[in-house]
């Protein structure tokens, strides 16, 4: 694994778990439910995406 992915994932995963307490402050009624359900939209989508990419790059 190169050096520029695993920063990448790195700062996916510091977003990932600001996203996560969002989305849990957003569940508990101390954000407006639309924050979590916008959130839950984009952990949908990056998943599909690094899913697509890691069968990409195995496929090569």
Known sequence: ?????????RMLLF???ILTAAYTLGLAG???FR???YITIFMLLLF???RAGARF????
Not at 1 to 9: F, G, L, N
Not at 57 to 60: E, F, L
């Open 30 to 32: 101390l954000l407006p």
């Open 35 to 37: 924050v979590s359900y």
């Open 48 to 50: 599909v995406v690094l």
């Open 15 to 17: 977003l990932v778990l």
């Open 57 to 60: 790059s195995t496929a090569i």
């Open 1 to 9: 694994m190169s050096m520029e992915r695993k920063t990448a994932y």
